[in-house]
């Protein structure tokens, strides 16, 4: 981890070649993040660093760039992954909301900010549009793990797999037909889903099959058909 002031964060360029995820940047959450000034702490993290320190005490923290994954390792050992945070993404929303989850960055030059809440409480006070947006992300944390309740409550692993790239690729593009890279691995996906890696790819090449999507690579792929994909309206794997 690295300390960083606000005016030091880079944004990666698209990457032309589609080998690297395209996040897109939250321009309201920057801007929450400048009112809220210098008692705001920034760090910057590479892949595969572990970040529990920045909820070790409490407080507020969120994303300014790159992924990070809220995890749970069972007693077997197995990985569950419970949330995965884009930018714009909050997290730690309350006391002890971190005690029973490791926290893991998914891509190079990701960038979190925290704040303490006790210092958020004093200068929303005075500031009351800064309470009003963070509820605003409160609300959005809530809607995105209800839909991936709906995702995990899917029939069949294709329907599972399918509703879940659906949301993935609402969050990373607005623009339907536009190639995506997926910012996350098939093991990832499994992990977050709650299925066998076998069985997303198989779902993958099924999705495909039945034209759903197309994969320009194993990690970038096309929506040729919202609709079906989102709705699960699917056959499952043969």
Known sequence: ?????????????????????????????????HELGGVVTLARWERADCC?????????????????????????????IIDVMMPGDFFCLQKDDARPFSFEVSTNETVTARIARREFDSLATLQPSLYRFFHERICQTIFRLEDHILVQGRTTSTQKVGSYLSLLCSRLTEQPGTAVVLPMSRYDIADHVGIAVETVSRAITELRRQGVIQLETPRCLVVRDAGKLADGILSDIA
């Open 52 to 80: 529990d320190s920045i909820v070790a005490n409490g407080g507020i923290c969120w994303v300014l760039s790159g992924i990070i994954r809220k995890c749970l390792i069972l007693e077997s050992g197995q990985r569950r």
């Open 1 to 33: 981890m690295n300390r960083i002031n606000l005016g030091k964060i880079s944004f990666p360029p698209d990457d032309a070649t589609g080998q690297a995820p395209h996040l897109p940047r939250d321009d309201n959450v920057m801007a929450f993040t």
